[in-house]
């Protein structure tokens, strides 16, 4: 049960509920073992729980599985998808639906110790703690030989483009516990891939969080799902969660990255032009300039399309691109305007021309951003910015 501590603040006592949430897809195999596991982790402790696995329909055994697990008295429960994939939304799913004080999740593969489940839970006990992850990266945890060096720096990037949002040394991990008022916190769920535990840290504003060591274990039965596919969704949940957690700045900020892309394009395609071409002074180096200038615009145009606005995309893209075009020459005139006016009206500026040129490059990039986010890719009443979309993996 909860109560409240003197400071009128919610604390959970050695009683709290505890619901253990496991998403499955043909992890049938490894079942068995982990709610054994789990048993005879929760067993001394003695307080109610729940195992709760939601299985993406792997139609693999596993309902014959928890059937029999049931008939032997483990508090075992299956939901069985049948409209939606993917690890996070699952566990998401499986939230929604514990009975418990206490949200544990951990994976299937056995890769989880479930014998770390009492610290975990110990650690929730102090209520200024929102947060648990049994780590592989704080002083006593680690992995089990053969991970290999791929996973292992697979890993350790993952956790470095991960250091925006939080800065405890283990964000990638799946097994971690939070209170339920925690999760009720969250707005705007919409995870993509399998990493729920970053997605929660931000979205529930947990401040306080604590890691303690685990012992990550090498999959026993079954396939990895780790795959490239869930390497490009955690760049894109990464995207989801700057523009949740920086807002405007990040737009601007990947508006920027897209530009300097453009720049690289620009510069390329010229090159090539005049190497193919190898103008004479006149209208052929023109063409090559225009011509260079243009693909970069339209590359720029489809990069900001897809990922600075891709809430756009239920737009029309030509009339975007008619608007874009007209957009970046205004702001090219903007630039050039500034760059050429402040050297004649300013002394200053007279004798410091590269400070005229950069300042009017701030004011184009400026002028050019406002102009795509306010009308070129502007959000219609009837789009749904990523923030607000039902999880999707």
């Known amino acids: 049960m909860n109560?409240?501590?003197?400071?009128?603040?919610?604390?959970?006592?050695?009683?709290?509920?505890?619901s253990i949430v496991v998403p499955t897809y043909k992890e049938a195999g490894n079942l068995t073992p982990l709610v054994m596991g789990i048993t005879e982790a929760m067993r001394p402790l003695g307080r109610p729980y729940e195992i709760i696995l939601v299985d993406d329909n792997s139609r693999d055994g596993t309902e014959e599985v928890v059937a029999k697990l049931a008939r032997l008295d483990h508090p075992v429960k299956l939901i069985t998808r049948m409209d939606q994939r993917g690890l996070s939304s699952a566990v998401l799913r499986g939230f929604r639906e514990a009975k418990g004080d206490v949200l544990v999740c951990m994976d299937a593969d056995l890769s989880h110790p479930p014998q770390a489940l009492p610290v975990l839970l110990e650690s929730l006990r102090d209520r200024q703690t929102d947060f648990?992850?049994?780590s592989r990266y704080v002083r006593g945890g680690g992995t089990e030989e053969g991970w290999g060096l791929f996973r292992w720096l697979n890993s350790k990037v993952a956790t470095l483009l991960a250091r925006p949002f939080t800065?405890?040394?283990?964000?990638?991990?799946g097994f971690f516990a939070l209170p339920a008022s925690v999760f009720r916190r969250a707005t705007s769920l919409s995870p993509v891939g399998y990493k729920i535990g970053l997605e929660l840290i931000v979205k529930c504003g947990c401040k306080n969080i604590r890691e303690v060591p685990i012992r990550f274990a090498n999959r026993k039965f079954g396939e990895s799902k780790l795959?490239?596919?869930?390497?490009?969704?955690?760049?894109?949940?990464?995207?989801?969660?700057?523009?949740?957690?920086?807002?405007?700045?990040?737009?601007?900020?990947?508006?920027?990255l897209v530009g300097g892309t453009?720049?690289?394009?620009?510069?390329?395609?010229?090159?090539?032009?005049?190497v193919a071409f190898v103008p004479r002074p006149g209208a052929a180096l023109a063409l090559c300039r225009g011509l260079a200038i243009w693909v970069a615009m339209t590359w720029n145009f489809?990069?900001?399309?897809?990922?600075t606005f891709s809430h756009s995309r239920l737009s029309k893209a030509l009339p975007q691109y008619g608007r874009f075009v007209l957009a970046c020459s205004i702001g090219a005139l903007v630039n050039w305007f500034i760059g050429v006016a402040l050297p004649l009206?300013?002394?200053?500026?007279?004798?410091?021309?590269?400070?005229?040129?950069?300042?009017g490059i701030l004011a184009g990039l400026v002028f050019n951003y406002a102009m795509s986010r306010?009308?070129?890719?502007?959000?219609?009443?009837?789009?749904v910015p990523h923030s607000t979309k039902p999880p999707e993996d």
């Open 3 to 18: 109560q409240l501590d003197n400071t009128g603040s919610e604390r959970l006592d050695a009683t709290a509920c505890v």
């Open 132 to 134: 648990v992850i049994g």
């Open 167 to 173: 800065s405890v040394a283990d964000p990638m991990a």
């Open 227 to 256: 795959s490239l596919r869930e390497q490009f969704n955690y760049i894109k949940h990464l995207k989801r969660l700057a523009d949740y957690k920086y807002g405007t700045f990040s737009e601007m900020f990947q508006f920027c």
């Open 262 to 274: 453009g720049t690289v394009v620009d510069l390329s395609i010229y090159l090539l032009l005049l």
């Open 302 to 307: 489809f990069l900001n399309r897809r990922l």
């Open 345 to 359: 009206k300013a002394s200053f500026f007279e004798a410091h021309k590269m400070y005229a040129a950069a300042l």
């Open 374 to 383: 306010y009308w070129v890719f502007r959000r219609l009443a009837h789009s």
